[in-house]
């Protein structure tokens, strides 16, 4: 397996789910850092029984499509695999250099996407895009509309939908661990978001329902703070309209915090609200901060972008993307309720037990794996 998504520590518990399946003997190739508009991430050695996590290096490190991995081709030479697993969407150009070696090799390939808008790319990328289709024997989509993306551009291979990681329901549960900051009753009611701090993830419109659900609130109510966790570009504009909004006391910027801490900040705050917006490049994917906090049992408010609302399913609230009032709305109803916010927080940890575990995730991965080898080999029973 290549993949850069696999540094996140919290991450790595799918690849011991998946080593511990019959007939699975698994090398994981890494890169010892990524950086994105978020910052950098460093490989985390959390979760690598079972396994072998082999480092290599990269080039062109945070250009997503161009990244590249100078040494891939002896590091697959070294592992010897049956089968290629590429963690990158097909229009990538470290995906071109794994499948052709694959292909060259007559090893069977995959590639993974999260793509769920209907995009046209220009010279290389449409040419590497088409060589990927070509040369990859299935691929796994994170999401239905990823899926429905590539049947669009004529993907003839199959198609599964699996989201690329799950959660572990040990690290993230009630009360796992505790609160990552000090809490008491003058508090009051603690909200929290996670993710990047970048103007596609809606974060001003969430200080705005907040300025307006200050605004609309009866005497008596709960005052309330906000937790915001992750790190980008937008931090000073947002710490400014913060302050201009007079929330300055009642907001604070904690920085990024590792996954393995992630229960922690659950343990923090009473609601997670993920308040993402569609741009004409961009839409939700999945939300995995979203089946985190469910797992935890903490109440989720999400927006109507992208995958959002098939991820919550019944166990959380939802608000049209960019509606401010409407998220005010559901902030104060979730904040009045504290019936129906135990109770999405039951249904949430029941819904991620259901579909969102490292050991489901893995299992439908093998699935996939045991189809592919039975095609690569005429006659298998």
Not at 106 to 120: G, S
Not at 150 to 175: C, E, H, M, N, S
Not at 322 to 328: F, K, P, Q
Request: charged share 20%; hydrophobic share 45%; net charge neutral.
């Amino acid at each position: 397996m290549l993949s850069k998504a696999v540094i996140v520590g919290a991450y790595q518990r799918k690849l011991e789910e998946l080593a511990r399946l019959p007939g699975v003997e698994l090398v994981v190739l890494a890169p010892p850092a990524w950086r994105d508009s978020r910052g950098e991430t460093h490989l985390e050695r959390v979760y690598t029984a079972g396994y072998e996590l082999r480092v290599i290096p990269i080039a062109l490190n945070g250009h997503f499509h161009t990244h590249f991995y100078p040494r891939l081709g002896s590091a697959l030479r070294a592992a010897r695999p049956d089968l290629v697993h590429v963690d990158e969407e097909p229009y990538n150009l470290a995906t071109w250099q794994a499948l052709r070696w694959a292909a060259g090799r007559q090893r069977p390939a995959l590639f993974f996407t999260w793509q769920n808008l209907l995009r046209r790319y220009p010279p290389p990328f449409n040419w590497i895009e088409r060589h990927s289709y070509r040369h990859s024997a299935h691929a796994i989509a994170g999401n239905q509309e990823a899926r429905q993306v590539l049947l669009a551009k004529g993907y003839a291979r199959p198609v599964t939908v699996i989201p690329q990681f799950g959660i572990d329901p040990q690290l993230f549960q009630r009360d796992a661990q505790p609160p990552l900051l000090a809490r008491s009753p003058e508090d009051g009611l603690t909200v929290g978001y996670a993710g990047g701090l970048v103007p596609e993830k809606g974060v001003e419109d969430l200080l705005h329902a907040l300025a307006i659900a200050r605004q609309q609130a009866a005497a008596g109510e709960r005052p309330w703070r906000l937790l915001l966790a992750g790190g980008g570009a937008q931090q000073p504009a947002l710490e400014a309209l913060a302050a201009q909004l007079g929330l300055g006391r009642q907001v604070s910027f904690l920085g990024r915090i590792s996954s393995t801490e992630m229960p922690a900040f659950f343990a923090s705050i009473d609601l997670l609200v993920l308040p993402s917006r569609t741009t004409p490049a961009w839409k939700e994917q999945f939300g995995r901060v979203l089946v985190e906090a469910m797992a935890c049992q903490t109440p989720v408010i999400g927006s109507d972008s992208g995958e959002i609302p098939h991820v919550i399913g019944d166990a959380g609230l939802i608000f049209p993307e960019g509606e401010r009032e409407a998220l005010a709305g559901q902030l104060r109803r979730l904040a009045g309720d504290a019936a129906l916010a135990a109770e999405l927080g039951q249904r949430g940890r029941s819904r991620v037990l259901a579909h969102f575990t490292q050991e489901r995730i893995a299992a439908a991965t093998w699935q996939v794996y045991q189809q592919m080898l039975a095609d690569a080999t005429p006659g298998q029973p």
